[in-house]
């Protein structure tokens, strides 16, 4: 089955660390950039980040630059986000997301997101 | 980054009657390739959001003819012809032109 699944989501102090994990199967992973898309209770979708197939070119948003860092392991099928120096207002679902070539009645630009994950920053 | 602007953010409509929510963008969407990457996106409670439409106005498998898209450059439109209680949700249009890739703000439709 082509699907995403996302782990790690959890509840951590302000300022805390944590590392979330999105594991792909049913298609060739290393074939599409990969994204990052979160959404806090009650609101609506935010872009996150970025990354190529290969890893080489990533995009962070403003608000988590130099907290967050998107990374991927071609040979595990997984692409990560490690958050760091929460703040509560990086709670929310966080969801992975696939892109591909959008060409005639082909496109994979996000067209498959996985369940989510939760992460909750709190005292 | 490109803004995404979407009207209206709440929208109550009577089963049966047709609705329509406007994207628009603060720059044109229109890639170097000549290609315009405007995906809508539909969001039912409790779920991941589902796309509906690609490339302005392309229907993704399974979805309703009763949903169209349309719309050029920075200008675009989500029509449902007929409304039906399922589309219940929130809709919303995102660029895949420019990094990073944004989203609209949401439309929520409900039934009156």
């Known amino acids: 089955e082509v699907q995403l699944v996302e782990s790690g989501g959890d509840l951590v102090q302000p300022g805390g660390s944590l590392r979330l994990s999105c594991v792909a199967s049913?298609?060739?992973?290393?074939?599409?950039?990969m994204h990052w898309v979160r959404q806090a209770p009650g609101k609506g979708l935010e872009y996150v980040s970025g990354i190529s197939t290969k890893g080489d070119t990533t995009h962070h948003v403003n608000s988590v630059k130099g907290r967050f860092t998107i990374s991927r392991d071609n040979f595990k099928d997984t692409l990560y986000l490690q958050m760091g120096s929460l703040r509560p207002e990086d709670t929310a679902l966080y969801y992975c997301a696939r892109e591909s070539h959008c060409r005639g009645t082909s496109c994979y630009l996000f067209d498959l997101w996985g369940q989510g994950t939760l992460v909750t920053v709190s005292s | 980054d490109v803004v995404m602007t979407q009207s209206p953010l709440s929208l109550p409509v009577t089963l049966g009657q047709p609705a329509s929510i406007s994207c628009r963008s603060s720059?044109?969407?229109?890639?170097?390739?000549?290609?315009?990457?405007l995906n809508w996106f539909q969001q039912r409670p409790g779920q991941s959001p589902r796309r509906l439409i690609y490339r302005v106005s392309n229907r993704d498998s399974g979805v309703p003819d009763r949903f169209s898209g349309s719309g050029s450059g920075s200008d675009f439109t989500l029509k449902i012809s007929r409304v039906e209680a399922e589309d219940v949700g929130v809709y919303y249009c995102m660029q895949g032109t420019h990094w990073p890739r944004t989203f609209g703000q949401g439309t929520k439709v409900e039934i009156k």
């Open positions: 720059q044109s969407l229109v890639h170097s390739d000549r290609n315009t990457y």
């Open positions: 049913g298609f060739t992973f290393s074939d599409f950039a």
